[in-house]
């Protein structure tokens, strides 16, 4: 089956800094969705990216799809504390289907 | 403006007894999936209804079960719960049919955290 490979798997890093974490795919994806979750949350939808090259912006959060539809990237710039948490890639296939989702990368900021 | 609601958010049950989370969404979207999430992993599918359809994951065991009595309400049932069910659940949406581009993103719950004693 489909697998999506995220990296970094965690990062510590300072306040203030930017952040870069990635997804790729041994197959192609018509959508990558960019989710965060708290401890003891459900995953909340950052970015969701519909086209191949499409760059989007979601306030400090920058997310891009891969022009050969088998990666993408989220950047977060500026990081404060309340970014610490898990960040998961998910991706699908055109028409109605289920998400395959990466690992996830967890964050830590330290003040 | 809760959108998809999860209850209870915590739930304890003794191994075996039989077990219900309930999920309910305010967007009237079509499709609903249950996932099971365990610490530090991915959530894994578990099966979803589109509209009255349901569709179970090859690897789902026959312990869990589903119901979607209307398009705004689901429901996990776990009938014999044992130690390895404890995990957190997970209840999304989704609307399929519409423009494309739009038919993948899904929308969770905050989760029901099981507890199997």
């Known amino acids: 089956g489909q697998q999506l490979n995220q990296s970094p798997q965690s990062m510590f890093i300072q306040e203030g800094e930017d952040v870069s974490m990635n997804c790729t795919s041994s197959s192609i994806f018509n959508t990558w969705l960019w989710y965060k979750q708290d401890p003891g949350e459900g995953p909340v939808l950052l970015i969701a990216?519909?086209?191949?090259?499409e760059l989007t912006s979601n306030g400090r959060l920058t997310a891009q799809f891969g022009i050969t539809r088998k990666d993408s990237f989220l950047n977060i710039s500026a990081s404060i504390p309340s970014d610490v948490g898990i960040y998961f890639c998910a991706g699908s296939n055109s028409g109605y289907s289920t998400l395959t989702f990466g690992k996830g990368t967890m964050l830590l900021v330290s003040p | 403006d809760a959108m998809v609601i999860q209850n209870p958010r915590y739930q304890v049950t003794q191994f075996g007894k039989p077990v219900t989370l309930s999920c309910s969404q305010t967007l009237n979207h079509n499709v609903m999936y249950w996932y099971q999430q365990k610490s530090s992993q991915a959530p894994k599918l578990l099966f979803h209804y589109y509209d009255k359809d349901f569709n179970n994951e090859a690897d789902t065991p026959d312990n869990f079960q589903s119901r979607r009595p209307n398009t705004s309400f689901c429901f996990l049932d776990i009938r014999s719960p044992g130690l390895g069910d404890a995990a957190m659940y997970l209840c999304?949406?989704?609307?399929?049919?519409?423009?494309?581009?739009?038919?993948?993103?899904?929308?969770f719950g905050p989760g029901t955290r099981l507890l199997v004693l």
């Open positions: 990216l519909y086209k191949a090259g």
């Open positions: 999304a949406t989704s609307r399929a049919g519409g423009t494309w581009g739009h038919l993948e993103t899904q929308y």
